[in-house]
C-alpha cells in the first residue's frame, strides 16, 4: 500500500456506519484462500489491486446501504485447478447507490468471465457466465466445471 488502509467505523443506535478512505492498494490473491470455500479450493494466485473512492456502508434498521466505488483488478491469475498460467485479468466493480450493482469483466486471457448483479433488500443478486478460448477450452474444462453450472463451453455463475 502507498498509505495506510484508512477506515472509519461509528456504532449507532440500531445500526453502524463504515467509511473507507479514498486509496489504492495492492495484495497477493492467495490470501483469498483464507477466507474459506470457494477460495481454498481454487487457491488463486495473481495479483488484487483495489481502489476505493467515496466508499460508505451504513447499517440501519435491518437495511444496509453503500456509496461510492470499489474497483478490485485480479491480474495475472491462475488457479492450482487449471495448467494454465495465468488464466487471465479481470475487474470486479461495486457501484453503491439506491440499488447497488455488482459487475464483474474480463481484461485479458482465456478465461473468459462476466457477469452482473445487484443487491436486493439484503441479498446479493448476480447472474454471470465463464467460458475458455476455443485453443485453451481442455487447460480450463476443471475449472468451468467447478466455477458453475455447465451449458455446453459456458459455465453459468448464479448467486441469490
Same mark, same amino acid.
Given at each position: 500500500m502507498a498509505a495506510p488502509l484508512q477506515a472509519r467505523i461509528e456504532a449507532r443506535w440500531g %445500526?453502524?456506519?463504515?467509511?473507507?478512505?479514498? *486509496? +489504492?492498494?495492492?495484495? !497477493?490473491?492467495?490470501?483469498? =484462500? $483464507? &477466507? $474459506?470455500? !470457494?477460495?481454498? #479450493?481454487?487457491? !488463486?494466485? @495473481?495479483?488484487?489491486?483495489?481502489? #476505493?473512492? $467515496?466508499?460508505?456502508?451504513?447499517?440501519?434498521? %435491518?437495511?444496509?446501504?453503500?456509496?461510492g466505488t470499489a474497483q478490485l483488478d485480479a491480474r495475472a491469475m491462475s488457479s492450482r485447478l487449471s495448467t494454465l498460467r495465468p488464466m487471465g485479468s479481470y475487474?470486479?466493480?461495486? +457501484? @453503491? %447507490?439506491?440499488? !447497488?450493482?455488482?459487475?464483474?469483466?474480463? &481484461?485479458? @486471457?482465456?478465461?473468459?468471465?462476466? @457477469? =452482473? *448483479?445487484?443487491?436486493? $433488500? +439484503?441479498?446479493?443478486r448476480f447472474a454471470g457466465e465463464a467460458s475458455a478460448t476455443p485453443e485453451r477450452e481442455a487447460a480450463l474444462a476443471n475449472l468451468l466445471n467447478i466455477i458453475g453450472r455447465r451449458n455446453g463451453a459456458r459455465s453459468i455463475i448464479t448467486v441469490g
Open positions: %445500526g453502524a456506519r463504515l467509511v473507507l478512505a479514498d *486509496g +489504492q492498494s495492492q495484495f !497477493p490473491a492467495s490470501l483469498l =484462500s $483464507g &477466507l $474459506g470455500t !470457494p477460495w481454498n #479450493t481454487l487457491q !488463486p494466485q @495473481g495479483q488484487l489491486a483495489l481502489q #476505493t473512492q $467515496g466508499v460508505e456502508a451504513v447499517w440501519a434498521a %435491518g437495511r444496509l446501504v453503500l456509496a475487474r470486479l466493480v461495486l +457501484q @453503491g %447507490g439506491e440499488v !447497488p450493482t455488482l459487475t464483474l469483466s474480463t &481484461l485479458d @486471457g482465456h478465461l473468459q468471465l462476466s @457477469g =452482473s *448483479g445487484q443487491w436486493v $433488500g +439484503q441479498r446479493l
